[in-house]
Nanobody, 126 residues
Framework: QVQLVESGGGLVQAGGSLRLSCAAS????????MGWFRQAPGKEREFVAA????????NYADSAKGRFTISRDNARNTVYLQMNSLKPEDTAVYYC???????????????????WGQGTQVTVSS
């Protein structure tokens, strides 16, 4: 049973930084794609960033480019999202997601991911 557990959310002032963690367990994740998504109140869940477990290929939403960095620690089975220069519009619940054999062309789509964490709240004050 795959489990994804996020942590690291919180309240931060605009311009600040947070690092989210996603601890993955239940199987080996070789061949998996790990993604970060977020959902603000009244809005649809949107893609933030993704990384392939084996070679570490990354993909970012335009809103995340230059400010956020996704990485993974294979030994710890953990995926990170370093978020810098945070803005109030980054406020949302952030979710970790995973699935095997996610195509590069569709890795931004929530429906491509089978496993989800419970989410962690990020609030950025102005």
């Amino acid at each position: 049973q795959v489990q994804l557990v996020e942590s690291g959310g919180g309240l931060v002032q605009a311009g600040g930084s947070l690092r989210l963690s996603c601890a993955a367990s239940g199987r080996t994740f070789s061949g998996y794609t790990m993604g970060w998504f977020r959902q603000a109140p009244g809005k649809e869940r949107e893609f933030v960033a993704a990384i392939t477990w084996n070679i570490g290929r990354t993909n970012y939403a335009d809103s995340a480019k230059g400010r956020f960095t996704i990485s993974r620690d294979n030994a710890r089975n953990t995926v990170y999202l370093q978020m810098n220069s945070l803005k109030p519009e980054d406020t949302a619940v952030y979710y970790c997601a995973a699935n095997a054999q996610v195509a590069l062309a569709t890795m931004r789509a929530p429906l491509e991911y089978k496993y989800w964490g419970q989410g962690t709240q990020v609030t950025v004050s102005s």
